[in-house]
């Protein structure tokens, strides 16, 4: 497999089901991804408020963003990488979501890639996250890909459930 970068889209090749990654839009594409996001949600957990989730990846939108990538084609998927943290040094990959049709076909692997390489290009240091400690797949996901676990557990702002803080040193 190979990686393809033209006109900042990336496009996985040697794949029958290639994934094409997009620059997200704002405003345009906002909606879109509450959309995946909500989705995603109630695949994972089954019942959601889908109003006050949309809402808050919609809020996201309000911090400085570093990347916001949408991949197309066969399965749609987006990920948000914002600078709002004290740290200047420091990415906070804030969404990365996967529509439930395209759970394990790669592009959430495909999102976490292009959202790293294009934080270490506007030059941070690190990238950090902050996922359920009882999400499986995104948990070997991020240490399958070098993100460490660091800091104490905390509680959701929302649902109260343990989350932890993972960071990922990126190399110049």
């Known amino acids: 497999m190979s990686w393809l970068r033209s006109n900042r889209r990336v496009t996985l090749t040697g794949n029958p089901n290639s994934i094409s990654i997009r620059d997200g839009v704002t405003p345009d594409d906002i909606e879109l ?45 987006f990920a948000l990488v914002d600078a709002g943290r004290s740290d200047p040094a420091e990415a906070l990959l804030h969404y990365l979501a996967v529509d439930p049709d395209g759970v394990g076909s790669g592009v959430g692997t495909a999102l976490l890639d292009d959202a790293v390489e294009q934080a270490r290009l506007r030059g941070f240091e690190r ?13 070997a996901l991020y240490t399958r890909k070098g993100f ?20 990922l040193a990126l190399s110049r």
């Open 127 to 139: 990238v950090t996250l902050e996922v359920r400690t009882t999400n499986a797949r995104a948990l």
């Open 148 to 167: 460490a676990p660091f800091g104490e557990e905390i509680p959701h702002a929302v649902t109260g459930l343990p989350m932890r803080s993972y960071r």
């Open 33 to 77: 991804c509450a959309d995946i996001w909500v989705r995603a949600i109630e695949f994972r957990d089954g019942t959601v408020d889908a109003q006050e989730m949309a809402q808050r990846v919609r809020s996201a939108f309000d911090n400085p963003i570093v990347r916001f990538a949408v991949a197309t084609a066969p399965r749609s998927g």
